[in-house]
């Protein structure tokens, strides 16, 4: 059994179903994408895989335990954790406050720190500030404390949406080249990224979400080279 198992997997907003019967797997320590345009179903995909969200019908698999309709903080201490999409960092708050956040289902008070240590050692930036008030970072810096906040809580499955979003080119690669580490650290990953070029270059496997349907999967490589992919997602034509 995979890691992940999504078996026939729909969700609906009242009427509207956002997500129609979708199946797939992710395996352990690999990095997964999910592609799609605009609305085609990705957040809402992960936000049901996190709990936030109840699915209408269908089965979530994670670690051999079903894990659709467990409450989201449950989800979190299984392992599964995820960086929303638009970051939603607290600005009021430290940087540190914030990335504590992430670890508050925990008691094992001497991994919080270890794993503090870990975060502050991936992104230099988040340490020396760690008593600023959050939002005075930039978005790429914003976004780094977001993964961060995902990190602490030792998640085994990390979940990005759409991690590079609004990032400059040299923070974009900052950000794929921690997912890269992470993935040697034995973190697996399901990766949302508007950047399919990027996102496709790191991942073991792709899934391509069309309006709540998956039209198609393979091979990150081979996706790369889909006439398919490249014309909807690589912006070739
Ligand atoms: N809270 C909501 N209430 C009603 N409909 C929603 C809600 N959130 C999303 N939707 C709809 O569900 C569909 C899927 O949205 P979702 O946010 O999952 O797409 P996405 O693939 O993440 O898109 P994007 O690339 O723009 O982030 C869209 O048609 C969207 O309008
Ligand atoms: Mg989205």
Redesign the pocket.
């Known amino acids: 059994m995979a890691m992940l198992e999504v078996h026939g997997l729909e969700v609906a907003?009242?009427r509207?179903k956002?997500v129609k019967g979708i199946d797939f797997s992710v395996e352990e320590g690999q990095v997964v994408t999910l592609l799609?345009?605009?609305?085609?179903?990705?957040?809402?995909?992960l936000r049901t895989l996190s709990g936030l969200l109840q699915p209408s019908a269908g089965e979530i698999w994670f670690d051999g335990k079903r894990i659709d309709g467990m409450a989201a903080h449950k989800v979190v201490q299984g392992g599964l954790a995820q960086s929303p999409?638009g970051r939603r960092i607290f600005p009021r708050l430290s940087v540190e406050d914030n990335l504590m956040l992430g670890a508050f289902a925990r008691r094992d008070r001497a991994g919080v720190q270890a794993d503090l240590a870990r975060v502050f050692d991936l992104f230099e930036v988040l340490k020396e500030r760690r008593k600023q008030s959050a939002g005075t970072f930039s978005g790429g810096e914003q976004q780094m404390l977001a993964m961060g906040r995902a990190l602490m809580s030792r998640p085994r499955l990390l979940m990005l949406?759409?991690p590079s979003m609004g990032l400059s080119p040299l923070m974009m690669q900052r950000i794929m080249s921690t997912i890269a580490e992470l993935q040697s650290e034995g973190v697996t990953i399901l990766l949302?990224e508007?950047n399919a070029q990027a996102a496709l270059s790191l991942a073991d496997k792709g899934y391509v979400?069309e309006v709540?349907s998956i039209a198609f999967s393979d091979t990150g490589q081979n996706l790369l080279s889909d006439d398919r992919v490249r014309k909807a997602y690589l912006g070739e034509d």
Do not use: C, F, M, S
């Not at 799609?36 to 995909?45: D, L, M, P, R, V």
């Open positions: 907003y009242g509207v956002a799609g345009t605009n609305g085609a179903g990705k957040t809402t995909t999409e949406d759409e949302v508007q979400l709540g």
